[in-house]
């Protein structure tokens, strides 16, 4: 069976764009141009992932993620031309997986639903991997022990911790709040300054080159993504 994917977006040209491209890649399209159509559409149709866009003419799109997380926590990647720093931390924290700023191409969105798709299915069996493994990055996770390139590198429990949040999220952009919060605690949300020198710790440790990461990315301004394998 097809996985099927709930565009919601009023845009008549990137409903064209995704009606000619999902469907060719396996899914299954639905679609509504407004607010109201989506959730409805949302309510009585089981989808695998909501395409969804903030600025729609009936509702806010935070409103709509919001409405949708009352009930389902279906991955919701936000398809939006609005690239501020702070919208894009308030749809993350408000419970959007994913967030895609327009322009975009094809083969960036399709990484981006196959990553939520995977960790949908983690969730819906309650499977934890016993490894994370992403280009020379490999972690035990049962063990506990990660490895760069076959050699084993030591993490303090602190950078472990970090890096176990960030596979949990990977290929999701984490804000900087939430991170405080999973690995400090909710006192340290606003202590940003921990985040950054244990994220450029776990750079040097992991990285070839730690001032170009290829898989610890920085979202300026919102937060951290942990490339995923898929991408």
């Known amino acids: 069976m ?3 994917i709930l565009l919601i977006e009023d845009d008549v040209h990137i409903r064209r764009f995704l009606r000619a491209s999902l469907p060719t890649q396996g899914y299954e399209l639905l679609e509504a141009a407004d607010g109201r159509e989506g959730l409805a559409l949302a309510a009585s149709q089981p989808v695998e992932v909501i395409l969804l866009d903030l600025g729609l003419p009936d509702l806010e799109g935070i409103e709509i993620i919001r409405q949708v997380r009352q009930w389902s926590r279906v991955p919701i990647i936000v398809l939006s031309a609005r690239d501020q720093e702070r919208e894009k931390v308030v749809t993350l924290d408000a419970g959007a997986d994913d967030y895609l700023t327009k322009p975009f191409g094809v083969g960036e969105l399709l990484a981006r639903i196959r990553v939520a798709l995977r960790r ?10 016993t490894f994370f493994e992403v280009g020379k990055i490999r972690v035990d996770l049962e063990k506990r022990r990660v490895f760069r390139a076959g050699e084993e590198v030591h993490l303090t ?7 176990t949040v960030l596979i949990r999220h990977a290929g999701k952009v984490v804000t900087h709040r939430q991170l405080l919060k999973e690995v400090w605690g909710p006192s340290f949300v606003d202590q940003g300054a921990y985040l950054r020198i244990f994220v450029r710790h ?9 001032a170009r990461p290829a898989f610890l990315l920085t979202d300026p301004g919102v937060g951290y993504r942990l490339r995923a394998p898929e991408e």
Do not use: C, F, M, V
């Open 157 to 163: 429990p602190t950078e472990y911790k970090l890096l």
């Open 202 to 210: 776990l750079r040097r440790k992991l990285e070839d080159n730690p």
């Open 120 to 129: 949908s299915l983690q969730d819906r069996e309650g499977r934890a991997e």
């Open 2 to 4: 097809k996985p099927r």
